[in-house]
T-cell receptor, first 111, second 114 residues
Framework: QQPVQSPQAVILREGEDAVINCSSS?????VHWYRQKHGEAPVFLMI?????EQKGHEKISASFNEKKQQSSLYLTASQLSYSGTYFC????????????FGGGTRLMVKP | NAGVTQTPKFQVLKTGQSMTLQCAQD?????MYWYRQDPGMGLRLIYY???????DKGEVPNGYNVSRLNKREFSLRLESAAPSQTSVYFC?????????????FGPGTRLTVT
C-alpha cells in the first residue's frame, strides 16, 4: 500500500522553512527520501531506519516516528535549488528488498 | 564512473510491438530495480532483482518480463506494448545488505505507445 505524502504542493520564498510528511498504514522498517527535478531522475537525500539511525547529507534533516508510522522531512532556510518534487519510499520487513513510493510533494522556492 | 546507464533514451512503439530496455551499472551493486513513472505521479516498482540470479515482481509486473543477465545488467522487456504502458521507465541500483541502500537512478527511457 502506497504511503501518503502531505502536502501535495507547497510554495516558499527563499529562506523560509517547510515540512513534508510521509505516513504509512503498515509498520515501517525504513524510509528513504528522494528529490526529483523536472525531466531528471530522482536523487537520494536521506535514509532513516527503525531504531533511530539516520543517514543523509546536505542541509536537510528528517525524523522517523515509529509509533505514528510516519516520517517528516525538514527543509530549513530554503534555497532556490530546493525546488523539485520530493518522494518518500517506504520499506517493510515483509516486503523484502523493495521500496513503495508515495505520490510526491511538489516544492517551489521563489526568490 | 558512469553510474547507471539506460538505453534507449526515447522510444515510440506501435500497439503490439515488442522491445527491450537495457540497464547497466558499474558500481558493483547487488540489487537492481525497474520503475515506471506516469506524468505527475510517483514511482511504481515493476520488477526487482535482489541479487544476481534472482528476480521478483513489484507492484505492477503485468505486461513485463525481466532478465538479470549478470551483476551489471538488468533488462526489461515489453512483449506486446499497449498504450497504457506509455511512461518514463527508470532503472536503479543499490547495495542492499540488511537494509535497502541508497538507490542510484539512471536517466530514464521515455516510452510512447501509440
Amino acid at each position: 500500500q502506497q504511503p501518503v505524502q502531505s502536502p501535495q504542493a507547497v510554495i516558499l520564498r527563499e529562506g523560509e522553512d517547510a515540512v513534508i510528511n510521509c505516513s504509512s498504514s503498515k509498520a515501517l522498517y525504513s524510509v528513504h527520501w528522494y528529490r526529483q527535478k523536472h525531466g531528471e531522475a530522482p536523487v537520494f537525500l536521506m535514509i532513516l531506519l527503525k531504531g533511530g539511525e539516520q543517514k543523509g547529507h546536505e542541509k536537510i534533516s528528517a525524523s522517523f516516528n515509529e509509533k505514528k508510522q510516519q516520517s517528516s522531512l525538514y527543509l530549513t532556510a530554503s534555497q532556490l535549488s530546493y525546488s523539485g518534487t520530493y518522494f518518500c519510499g517506504t520499506g517493510y520487513v515483509q516486503a523484502g528488498n523493495m521500496l513503495t513510493f508515495g505520490g510526491g510533494t511538489r516544492l517551489m522556492v521563489k526568490p | 564512473n558512469a553510474g547507471v546507464t539506460q538505453t534507449p533514451k526515447f522510444q515510440v512503439l506501435k500497439t503490439g510491438q515488442s522491445m527491450t530496455l537495457q540497464c547497466a551499472q558499474d558500481m558493483n551493486h547487488n540489487s537492481m530495480y525497474w520503475y515506471r513513472q506516469d506524468p505527475g505521479m510517483g514511482l511504481r516498482l515493476i520488477y526487482y532483482s535482489a541479487s544476481e540470479g534472482t528476480t521478483d515482481k513489484g507492484e505492477v509486473p503485468n505486461g513485463y518480463n525481466v532478465s538479470r543477465l549478470n551483476k551489471r545488467e538488468f533488462s526489461l522487456r515489453l512483449e506486446s506494448a499497449a498504450p497504457s504502458q506509455t511512461s518514463v521507465y527508470f532503472c536503479a541500483s543499490s547495495e542492499t545488505v540488511a537494509v535497502i541502500g541508497e538507490q542510484y537512478f539512471g536517466p530514464g527511457t521515455r516510452l510512447t505507445v501509440t
